[in-house]
Nanobody, 119 residues
Framework: QVQLVESGGGLVQAGGSLRLSCAAS????????MGWYRQAPGKQRELVAT???????NYADSVKGRFTISRENAKNTVYLQMNSLKPEDTAVYYC?????????????WGQGTQVTVSS
């Protein structure tokens, strides 16, 4: 069984910073893409950023220049550095990972971590 565990969410004032972490554990052969998504109340889940195992990145237009995604392959961990936070960044943030394990290739999701940005 593969698990993703997020940490680092919290309450911050507008203009502040937070760093989210997501660690994958279990019987993992390899991880291809990893990513961060978010879901605000009453809205659909949306992509924030993704990163491949060769560190190629992709960002939503709304976070470009403010957020940075990175990963440590040896630790099966992905990070999201969030700077210049805005109230509209308030959401539950989820990480996901495309994992190859003993049971095959699947996409796994974390449980989510709340980020709240006050104005």
């Amino acid at each position: 069984q593969v698990q993703l565990v997020e940490s680092g969410g919290g309450l911050v004032q507008a203009g502040g910073s937070l760093r989210l972490s997501c660690a994958a554990s279990g019987l993992i052969f390899s991880i291809n893409a990893m990513g961060w998504y978010r879901q605000a109340p009453g809205k659909q889940r949306e992509l924030v950023a993704t990163i491949t195992n060769s560190h190629s990145t992709n960002y939503a237009d709304s976070v470009k220049g403010r957020f940075t995604i990175s990963r440590e392959n040896a630790k099966n961990t992905v990070y999201l550095q969030m700077n210049s936070l805005k109230p509209e960044d308030t959401a539950v943030y989820y990480c996901n990972a495309a994992v190859k394990s003993f049971t095959g290739s699947n996409v796994y999701w974390g449980q989510g971590t709340q980020v709240t940005v006050s104005s």
